[in-house]
């Protein structure tokens, strides 16, 4: 793919997030700018982002390297006025200038600790997240610590796409489920034992994520569901262990 300011072929990076969440990113070697989708921008480390920063020149040039489309300017409420940001308003991803991803992640958790520091509830998703993406808050081995587990019993004619999955502590009283597809694809999470059908949210089709309140102690079975080519599609199952 090409630099949405045309200095230059993008480049694949990885990283490791929080929870051991695995991201991509795509970083131009000429401008130093990030091209990466609203999931991963939520989540990247500041280790994996430079902390130089310099304005772009020529604001309205930039397209978007999958689509060509051309960029919108991000301002929205979890984007600091001072940080410059530019969307595909088909949902391909965002571009920060050199720099700025980092800022956005800086202003991002400085939010975060000092709403958890004085233990003041949490703004509205959107204005702490891109696309409404929902942040791991409050990971840590004092909170609750969840097991996940495949089981043995597979259907083995279902054409499980699922190239990720994860259930993760969110604060006190929450658990974070994320999921990614290999495909397009809209995904529904099952705790049959709750009694807990909830679609997850997606931007792309291939990022999910859902928060649901955390239940009480106890082992519970999961899966989600899925539609490919029409085909109602069940996932493996696992285990969700709430000490």
């Not at 928060?211 to 085909?231: A, D, F, M, R």
Request: net charge positive; with cysteine; aromatic share 8%.
């Amino acid at each position: 793919m090409t630099c949405p300011r045309g200095d230059g072929e993008l480049i694949a990076r990885s990283a490791t997030g929080l929870g051991s969440i695995p991201l991509t990113y795509h970083l131009c070697l000429a401008c130093l700018g990030h091209w990466t989708r609203p999931f991963d921008a939520n989540y990247l480390p500041l280790s994996a982002l430079p902390n130089d920063t310099i304005k772009p020149e020529e604001m309205e040039s930039f397209r978007c390297p999958e689509c060509r489309e051309r960029l919108e300017r991000a301002h929205e409420d979890a984007m600091a006025p001072d940080i410059l940001a530019w969307y595909c308003p088909t949902g391909h991803g965002y571009f920060f200038p050199r720099g700025n991803l980092r800022r956005f992640r800086m202003a991002q958790e400085a939010r975060v600790t000092y709403h958890k520091l004085w233990n003041i509830p949490m703004p509205p998703i959107r204005s702490v997240l891109l696309a409404t993406i929902l942040l791991i808050l409050g990971i840590s081995a004092g909170s609750v610590i969840t097991r996940i587990q495949q089981t043995q019993n597979v259907n083995t004619q279902a054409r499980d796409i699922l190239t990720y999955q994860k259930a993760i502590p969110s604060g006190e009283n929450s658990i974070i489920f994320l999921a990614r597809t290999a495909a397009k694809t809209t995904m529904i999470l099952r705790i049959d034992a709750l009694a807990l059908i909830k679609p997850l949210k997606t931007t792309d089709g291939l990022s999910h994520t859902i928060l649901v309140t955390k239940p009480q102690s106890g082992t519970y079975q999961y899966y989600y569901l899925y539609e490919i080519n029409g085909e109602t599609i069940r996932s493996k199952t696992y285990l969700l262990t709430i000490p």
